[in-house]
């Protein structure tokens, strides 16, 4: 049972590159989101979807971009990478019932120089 | 964003100690949770508060959901050393408006 698996698990990008973190859940849960966390912030949250073909934004969208082909997936594009994006990204799931909790994944641990 | 106010900020305790944390918020919520962070690992939930004045366990966890549903705390029992972690609450309107505490980072000495 994977759960929510997120890859890659480290990254380095340089300025100004762009990379996509990959997000893929095997629970058929409608409801996907991606946070990063920043040390003292809590997690805050980029985008998420309520389904496949519906995304939105979050508390912290700028600088990132999200689609939903499929219900497994859930990738998160950075375009053009910042200093400020060097975070830790988590990838979350849930069933999308009222109240229903989330699962996350293991996280993306990136640099950006 | 509004972020929860969670506190302490960190714990150092002997293990056998009790520990409690907490959460406020100006905001009113629907669900609270918490969720405890292992390193390198993403936030696994602990417990889930669904309803004002909501007492629940888990084990030497309990946690509560405060009446005027603007508060939270976990209190964990009789630590043992693989209670280390940052432990986060998570106040929850619904499924779209989850907001996280900054975490406690629990340090158990054996």
């Known amino acids: 049972n994977a759960g929510v698996t997120q890859t890659p698990k480290f990254q380095v990008l340089k300025t100004g590159q762009s990379m996509t973190l990959q997000c893929a859940q095997d629970m058929n849960h409608e409801y996907m989101s991606w946070y990063r966390q920043d040390p003292g912030m809590g997690l805050r949250l980029i985008h998420y979807?309520?389904?496949?073909?519906?995304?939105d934004q979050g508390e912290v969208p700028n600088g990132y971009n999200v689609s939903r082909s499929t219900t497994e997936d859930f990738p998160l594009r950075l375009l053009s990478a910042a200093p400020s994006q060097t975070s830790v990204y988590f990838c979350?799931?849930?069933?999308?019932?009222?109240?229903?909790?989330?699962?996350f994944g293991n996280g993306t641990r990136l640099t950006v120089t | 964003g509004q972020q929860l106010n969670q506190s302490p900020q960190s714990m150092f305790i002997q293990e056998g100690e009790d520990v409690s944390m907490n959460c406020t918020s100006s905001?009113?919520?629907?669900?609270w949770l918490w969720y405890k962070q292992d390193p390198g690992e993403g936030p696994v939930l602990l417990i889930a508060?669904?309803?004002?004045?909501e007492l629940t366990s888990n084990g030497r966890l309990t946690a509560q959901f405060g009446i005027t549903r603007k508060d939270s705390f976990l209190n964990i029992s009789a630590s043992i050393p693989s209670d280390v972690g940052i432990y986060f609450c998570?106040?929850?309107?619904?499924?779209?408006?989850?907001?996280f505490g900054a975490g406690t980072r629990l340090t158990v000495k054996p």
């Open positions: 508060l669904y309803k004002a004045g």
């Open positions: 979350a799931s849930s069933s999308g019932g009222y109240n229903s909790p989330l699962h």
């Open positions: 979807s309520v389904g496949a073909g519906i995304t």
């Open positions: 905001s009113i919520f629907n669900t």
């Open positions: 998570a106040g929850q309107l619904d499924r779209n408006d989850m907001r």
